[in-house]
């Protein structure tokens, strides 16, 4: 049975104004996702929140700081510590968590074209258009 994370359910709790919102495990936490986009990580009982350029002095001022997967490197990612009092007012967390989807939304947007990845596809092997051949038979 999997061990329940009561963080985890705390949150998802004060974000049941955001539409749409799903967590995946990730690197030892948790992503979260809002139609798609990728918003926040919960990380060793710690959100963190998307921010970008216009987002990120609300964050400093509050005296957050970035998430940083490895500890011990200077490796920084675009998402900030989520302050307690915002965490707390399932209001105004509504608020910067839109800000953090429209920053993902704004990113994601930009590199989904140029991805290089093909479509997934659904087609099983030896069907027309895969890339092996179905064998012949004699």
């Known amino acids: 049975m999997p061990k329940r ?7 998802l709790e004060q974000l049941a104004e ?3 919102v799903v967590t995946r495990p990730m690197f030892g936490g948790h992503g979260l ?7 926040g990580i919960l990380y060793r009982s ?6 970008d350029e216009r987002s990120r002095p ?12 490895f500890p011990d490197r200077p490796t920084t990612m675009q998402y900030y510590e989520v302050p307690a009092g915002v965490l707390d007012d399932p209001e105004e967390l509504a608020a910067w968590v839109a800000k953090a989807i ?9 590199g989904k074209a140029s991805s290089g990845r093909r479509p997934a596809t659904s087609r099983r092997r030896g069907q027309s258009g895969s890339r092996r051949p179905a064998r012949r038979s004699r």
């Open 102 to 110: 429209a920053s993902a939304s704004a990113k994601s947007g930009a």
């Open 33 to 39: 996702y809002a139609g798609g986009r990728f918003f």
């Open 58 to 69: 609300d964050y400093e001022a509050a005296g957050m700081g970035p998430f940083r997967p």
């Open 5 to 11: 994370d009561s963080f985890r359910d705390f949150v």
């Open 18 to 20: 955001v539409p749409d």
């Open 46 to 51: 710690v959100f963190y929140l998307k921010v």
